[in-house]
T-cell receptor, first 117, second 110 residues
Framework: GAVVSQHPSRVICKSGTSVKIECRSL??????MFWYRQFPKQSLMLMAT?????????EQGVEKDKFLINHASLTLSTLTVTSAHPEDSSFYIC?????????????FGQGTRLTVV | GENVEQHPSTLSVQEGDSAVIKCTYS??????FPWYKQELGKGPQLIID???NVGEKKDQRIAVTLNKTAKHFSLHITETQPEDSAVYFC?????????WGAGTKLIIKP
């Protein structure tokens, strides 16, 4: 299957700083990528849908100024957690769909464990 | 909107026995139903999926059944092995958006 690479896998940052998480589709082009947040022992919660070359669509309750998404190319989307606070500590996961394929399958990255201290 | 319910939340089975996880959905327009396996600290991995025009699909020890009339679908794992221990999520998709179940923690007892 197609590969989605997410980086970093783990990051620890100080409160008030910003953290950038990258999501790359390695062997396919993705016009749409999705960003999820997952709390311990819970399901994935969709934060936003990232569209190449346009603004991201945020889910209700997700602060767009807090979680900045940039999808500048067909293979890269980034999520920046700005002015991070301990309550932003979570597992962040991206997924992508193959723009040129016929499959509806979503391919997931490995996830990023963010800890804000 | 779509709502997906998943049961049970935890399932413990003896190694070698079968495991069944069930999901129901509410939106009849949903047309794609994937199952994901998530190991601790990792992203979800697709293990099997089914589309609304198919009633059953099998891949070695894993099978999925779909009842469109009743709006429910199930994951069946036969001859369970220790490496099957993980959290399993079902999802229903409409217009390329996935709605997730709450997850099932599957424990395989030796």
């Amino acid at each position: 299957g197609a590969v989605v690479s997410q980086h970093p896998s783990r990051v620890i940052c100080k409160s008030g700083t910003s953290v950038k998480i990258e999501c790359r589709s390695l062997d396919f082009q993705a016009t749409t990528m999705f960003w999820y947040r997952q709390f311990p022992k819970q399901s994935l919660m969709l934060m936003a849908t990232s569209n190449e070359g346009s603004k991201a669509t945020y889910e209700q309750g997700v602060e767009k100024d807090k979680f900045l998404i940039n999808h500048a190319s067909l293979t890269l989307s980034t999520l920046t957690v700005t002015s991070a606070h301990p309550e932003d500590s979570s597992f962040y996961i991206c997924s992508a769909r193959d723009a040129g394929g016929t499959s509806t399958e979503a391919f997931f990255g490995q996830g990023t464990r963010l800890t804000v201290v | 909107g779509e709502n997906v319910e998943q049961h049970p939340s935890t399932l413990s089975v003896q190694e070698g026995d079968s495991a069944v996880i069930k999901c129901t959905y509410s939106d009849s327009a949903s047309n794609y139903f994937p199952w994901y396996k998530q190991e601790l600290g990792k992203g979800p991995q697709l293990i099997i999926d089914i589309r609304s025009n198919v009633g059953e699909k099998k891949d070695q020890r894993i099978a999925v059944t779909l009842n469109k009339t009743a709006k429910h679908f199930s994951l069946h794992i036969t001859e369970t092995q220790p490496e099957d221990s993980a959290v399993y999520f079902c999802a229903a998709q409409r217009n390329y958006q996935l709605i997730w179940g709450a997850g099932t923690k599957l424990i395989i007892k030796p």
